[in-house]
């Protein structure tokens, strides 16, 4: 089980990172199905081109809607902003105000990581001035029925252009303390007005300092909030403390990111990390973290960058040493009559003592290979396996029952200390004493991820034992996994989620997986 400490760091800085093509039955949503959707609030510089935004669908059930149109009303804003298709055959004007669009085609929503419609463009017009703020209606109809709605916030600001300082590269071995540097440019031609960073930096990195300006979940920093002004041209900085947690995995690499942004587009960021359901962050009871002392009474103005693609500072910390990770298999003993339906967790501990991260590339931490005893059948297995024949996964099969062995990808997180296991149900169907089954942890793919450097391959295996001799029956494994957010797709809100867009914020909201830690 994930121990409440991590559960609380993955909640905290959660959403989730992974992003993949939908998948479902050409049909209509049945009716027992309940949609929801999100459009990020949005500022938008006057005198821009403006912004490029798109809703993102979720349903309770995976399903595919025909005929979808979305109904944008920004009455409140009629004259000041103008809303348009990214494709001008898709959209029309449908009175003052309001912009109806209709999907060519028929849209996919998937119960794990929803459906993303067509963009709009929102730009201001002449008669935009700094401050005006208004509301941004949205309604989705599938085959002329209405299934979601939202409301978004719209305001104008003032264009500036933030960027990011130079990468830095340090070196550090677990429990290890470094320093690094905060950078921020102001690369446009008007005073920036305050600015805001947020971190998207890895599980190893840690920061114990709480500046009274910051933001933090646990022992993560998320963002830190500056009052200074930087005049065009100039840039500004500060020094951070870091340490490296005991149980990063050495020798290897840590990654974090700085994204600069204006204080309106992270109060805009905030929304989608609220609504995603993560922990509240808290702010530090410290000193106050100066980039330089600009005092200033004026009131702040609304900003928004014109150019978020030059905004990172990236740091990568060589971690040095050895601090290796021991994957240990877990099986599980049954007993039962014929017709017996029985259901226990298999998977793996990580004995530690490193934690392994793949959270910033996605890649599965581990393999792991289930075959089911001779006289049972699974009845139920977790979504995250899929039948295997020889060395080969149907991964288009991934859940399906009734299968002699299968491959299951735990996902990209396994914490040192604690076990991810996934519920598998067995129906004996024959008595056969002793029938065995394994479950084998870090096995060879020929794909991206896997651990095979384990430090005690000799518990690599587990056995499956049904109507063992003198058996006391259940299972070995270990208390029933809880049910909740899937380490496995969970990263944090930063950089890297910029990069895949917003639309994927709300699938940890969404997700229920059968395979956890």
Known sequence: MLTHSTRRWLAGLGVAGAFVAASASPALAAPAAEFDMYFEDVTVAADSPGVVRSPSLYSSESTVLNEVSVRYDYGSLAGKIALAGERADECAADGEGVLLCRESFPIAVDELYGGFLGSVVIAPTDKAANGDTGALKISIKAANKQIADYTSRIRIGEGVDLAGGPDTTVTAAPGGKFQAPLTVLNAGT?????????????????????????????????ACEFDEKIPAGQGVTAALNYELATDTYAPGREY????FMTPADFEDLLGVREEAGAEKARRGTGRTLSLEAVPSKQRRAVQTDTDPNNNFSGLTVDVTGKNGADLEAIGATLTGKK????????????????????????SDVTFVDVTVPKGTTAVEVPFECAPRTGNDAEWDEAGTPGAA??????????????????????????????????????VPCECEGGFYEDLKPANDTAKILVNAAGGQGGGDGGALPITGQSTGLIAGIGALLLAAGVGGFLVAKRRRTRFVA
């Open 405 to 442: 062995a299968y491959r299951c990808y735990p996902g990209p997180f396994a914490p040192a200390g604690e076990e991810l296991t996934g519920e598998f149900t067995f129906r004996i169907d024959k008595v056969i004493a002793n029938a065995t089954g394994t479950v084998k942890v870090n």
């Open 256 to 259: 974090s990111n700085a994204w």
């Open 190 to 222: 008007t005073e920036v007005d305050g600015v805001v960073v947020m971190f998207d930096s890895d599980y190893g990195i840690r920061t114990k300092e709480r500046f009274d300006n910051c933001l933090y979940v646990e022992d993560f920093l998320l």
């Open 339 to 362: 017709g017996a339906v029985l259901t226990v967790p298999l998977g793996f501990r990580n004995n530690g003592p490193a934690t392994l991260d793949h959270l910033r590339s996605g």
